[in-house]
């Protein structure tokens, strides 16, 4: 069961948006050596030490995302970039607003594709609600998105992907 | 029919556009143009108070305003944009002929133009060949050239953010249209 | 509002960096002080999201959120009311302004925000299967030409030129700007040209692409078209720099 943690990061290299979850689906394999029975269905698992530096790795690949930024014209970067088992998939807007999305790469090596394929629906499903949020006369570009509607969304998206 | 010249009054009197569109008038002094809308709109004001009745009872509908808002407000569609229902209508005379409208805010756009078409032998016209014939035709006219002039002071002169209402009309883009109605 | 006169200024912010002064207010991004204070799922957010009831979300029934903007039905609406609204944004930026040049950019600041957001939302409206990100000045130039004007205005620009004097100029030709179509400018105005808004628009969403540009309207009258109007483009000069090491 893999955890995901999402970070939306502005044209200034500001943060907008960060959260963390997991797969949804309950673990029902073999590898559920981390699931303990009072765990929450959809709560990220990093390792405390993990989860200190998640922001930091999410920022470090910006200058990757930036060098390939001007490179590719594709929307989704798919896989950026990897930390010690960490995977940080990227995806750019016309409007230069990143979505980063750093994982432990925990059982799902065999079907990375499929993976990479999964959030990239993701992805594109999260940039519509962007927009939706930068359609809101009272949303400046580079503010932080606090809507508590846009975080339920965003929730419910991840519980549909992963 | 040829038009001379186009005037616009405020809903107090005060002239805000003149345009001589045709030769055929003599210019006057600038003061005397605002006497003149002066004058029409004074005169306009007392036919609308000297209009006929029939035993009390008034022959032109006189309740335009109010009914006619009700209207508006109902199905956003005004059928009939001239307000102008007792006022003075229309001047005919040898040399020239004068029109006039008045929209629901009481702005009125004059016409004055060309006389009729002389009928020489002053006979008595009975009504029906009156309806269709000539003396009517260009009341017709002018009333279309009435409701683009209308069209185009709505759309050049009331979204222009540089006018100011009740004032005078300056903006080159209406003086433009304006010719190319007339 | 103290601030309410404030000008609104086409922020060129998006191309300065975070300084070590700005601390989020938001409870995003790291604080060494805090330490690691994620947005995480809650128990009831959790149970909230299994459960099946989707009827609950929001108690706003016209949420933003829950509507489909990729639609393309309907998307007209009355040139007389835009019109009329902004006739109302000239007269309001005028009525606060100190002079014509102030004017102008109070306008252009006004668009600038209509800019950044259309560029994204006609983005997504194209759909990403058959589109792309612009990534080249010409592209992107060609984009808004095109696709970008036909969004906002129903019709492509006239002309997309290249200033032959001038590097990284160039000029997007509208012969009847639609939203200053009704306006005529009093000469003791001058140079003035509402079609400012439009070029703050254009100057928002080639900010916000990272094309950073200087966008300005100028009117170049010529017989017919009395209102044609010719956006000036000036790129930053780093951008023919980034162009020319991808290249």
């Not at chain 2, 009729?116 to 032998?121: G, M």
């Not at chain 3, 007389?80 to 109070?106: P, Y």
Request: charged fraction near 20%; hydrophobic fraction near 40%.
């Amino acid at each position: 069961m893999s955890s995901y943690y999402l970070t939306i990061i502005g044209t200034r290299d500001n943060p907008l948006y960060e959260v963390e979850f997991s797969s949804f689906k309950p673990n029902s394999s073999s590898t559920s050596s981390s699931a303990s029975a009072s765990s929450i269905p959809g709560r990220a698992q990093f390792a405390p030490d993990v989860r200190e530096i998640l922001p930091f790795i999410a920022n470090s690949s910006l200058d990757i995302i930036d060098d390939s930024q001007w490179s590719t014209s594709n929307f989704n970067l798919g896989r950026v970039d990897s930390f010690y088992g960490l995977v940080v998939n990227a995806f750019i807007t016309q409007g230069n607003v990143k979505f980063v999305l750093c994982y432990d790469n925990v059982g799902s090596g065999t079907n990375s594709k499929y993976d990479d394929n999964l959030i990239r629906q993701f992805f594109i499903d999260v940039n519509d609600l962007y927009v939706k949020c930068l359609l809101n006369p009272f949303y400046r570009v580079n503010d932080a998105i606090v809507s508590p509607e846009f975080d339920i969304k965003v929730k419910l998206l991840a519980r549909k992907y992963f | 029919m040829k038009v001379y010249s186009i005037y616009i009054l405020n809903k107090a009197g005060g002239l805000i556009y003149q345009n001589d569109v045709n030769p055929g008038l003599n210019r006057l002094s600038a003061n005397d143009y605002l006497v003149l809308a002066g004058t029409l709109h004074g005169v306009h004001a007392i036919a609308a108070k000297v209009t006929p009745t029939i035993n009390g009872k008034e022959v032109a509908t006189n309740e335009y305003p109010n009914n006619q808002n009700a209207i508006l407000l109902a199905s956003g569609k005004l059928q009939d944009s001239n307000s102008n229902k007792s006022g003075l209508q229309s001047i005919e005379t040898d040399l020239f002929n004068l029109y006039i409208f008045q929209t629901l805010t009481g702005i009125k756009f004059i016409l004055i133009t060309s006389p009729n078409p002389v009928v020489h032998n002053l006979q008595q016209i009975n009504r029906e060949v009156a309806n269709k014939g000539e003396l009517n035709k260009q009341y017709a006219q002018a009333n279309e050239i009435f409701k683009h002039l209308y069209i185009i002071y709505s759309d050049y002169v009331m979204k222009d953010p540089f006018y100011s209402l009740d004032m005078p009309i300056k903006s080159s883009l209406f003086d433009t249209k304006v010719k190319e109605i007339v | 509002m103290s601030n309410d006169n404030d000008i609104i200024l086409s922020s060129a912010t998006s191309m300065s960096t975070l300084t070590i002064n700005e601390v989020s207010k938001d409870g995003f991004g790291y604080n060494p002080s805090v330490g690691p204070q994620s947005n995480i799922i809650t128990p009831e957010a959790s149970t909230f999201l299994l459960s099946s009831k989707k009827s609950i979300i929001t108690n706003n029934p016209n949420s933003i959120y829950d509507k489909n903007i990729i639609n393309k039905k309907n998307l007209e609406i009355s040139l007389s009311s835009l019109a009329f609204l902004f006739c109302e944004m000239v007269n309001w930026c005028h009525s606060n302004s100190k002079g014509i040049q102030d004017l102008e950019t109070r306008l252009n600041g006004l668009g600038y925000q209509v800019g950044q957001r259309y560029i994204e939302l006609i983005k997504l409206r194209e759909g990403f299967k058959t589109n792309k990100r612009e990534v080249k000045i010409v592209e992107i130039l060609q984009f808004i030409h095109g696709t970008f004007w036909k969004a906002i205005f129903g019709k492509t620009a006239n002309e997309l030129e290249k200033s032959q004097d001038v590097l990284n100029e160039y000029m997007i030709t509208d012969n009847v700007p639609l939203m200053s179509k009704f306006i005529s400018i009093p000469k003791e105005y001058g140079e003035l040209n509402c079609s400012a808004f439009m070029a703050g628009i254009i100057e928002g969403a080639l900010d916000s692409s990272a094309f950073f540009a200087n966008v300005t309207a100028h009117s170049v009258p010529i017989t017919g078209y009395p209102l044609r109007t010719v956006f000036l483009i000036k790129f930053d000069d780093s951008l023919s720099i980034r162009e020319s090491l991808r290249s």
